[in-house]
């Protein structure tokens, strides 16, 4: 009987783990996409009408909150418009800016082109006034990015 070479399996299987390894580094973007970009927060007033973001490498983002009083525990209109870049997913995110107010975040729906709508609702807090973020979280062809602003609720 001819003698059997025991050392090509494992060497067989180092190869094929490092061409393995090699392709999913290679793919790495998409299994784990970049992280996102956090763009510096805004002055604008979300009470006063929409507020507009450009984006880095030109675009930019409309977001609205109506109505503009923003109550607590009534149903918000929330509508997003990108411009100069293609959106394929809209989230808004709120949060207490002092205070956990639990995880809050919306998927809006893609309405037209670059034009995504969806419903939000704050929870009542125990305090009269009350300081919150919403962040508009885009995924893009050019990356994710989140765009914060802030606004207040009162009681």
């Given at each position: 009987?001819?003698?059997?070479?025991?050392?090509?399996?494992?060497?067989?299987?180092?190869?094929?783990?490092?061409?393995?390894?090699?392709?999913?580094?290679?793919?790495?973007?998409?299994?784990?996409?970049?992280?996102?970009?956090?763009?510096?927060?805004?002055?604008?007033?979300?009470?006063?009408?929409?507020?507009?973001?450009a984006?880095?490498?030109?675009?930019?983002?409309?977001?609205?909150?109506?109505?503009?009083?923003?109550?607590?525990?009534k149903?918000?209109?929330?509508?997003?418009?990108?411009?100069?870049?293609a959106?394929?997913?809209?989230?808004?995110?709120?949060?207490?800016?002092?205070?956990?107010?639990?995880?809050?975040?919306?998927?809006?729906?893609?309405v037209?082109?670059?034009?995504?709508?969806g419903?939000?609702?704050?929870?009542?807090?125990?305090?009269?006034?009350?300081?919150w973020e919403?962040k508009?979280?885009?995924?893009?062809?050019?990356?994710?990015?989140i765009?914060?602003?802030?606004?207040?609720?009162?009681?």
């Amino acid at each position: 009987m001819p003698e059997r070479k025991s050392w090509i399996i494992p060497v067989a299987i180092l190869v094929a783990a490092a061409v393995l390894g090699a392709v999913a580094w290679y793919f790495r973007d998409y299994f784990e996409p970049p992280p996102a970009r956090m763009l510096s927060l805004d002055s604008c007033d979300l009470h006063e009408g929409p507020c507009r973001r450009a984006l880095p490498g030109g675009g930019e983002v409309i977001f609205a909150i109506e109505p503009r009083s923003i109550p607590l525990t009534k149903p918000l209109k929330l509508r997003v418009e990108v411009k100069g870049v293609a959106a394929d997913r809209v989230e808004v995110d709120f949060s207490g800016v002092t205070m956990n107010m639990g995880y809050n975040r919306p998927l809006l729906n893609n309405v037209a082109n670059g034009r995504f709508e969806g419903e939000g609702l704050l929870p009542v807090c125990i305090r009269q006034r009350m300081d919150w973020e919403a962040k508009v979280i885009l995924r893009t062809d050019r990356g994710s990015f989140i765009i914060p602003w802030r606004f207040e609720t009162v009681k």
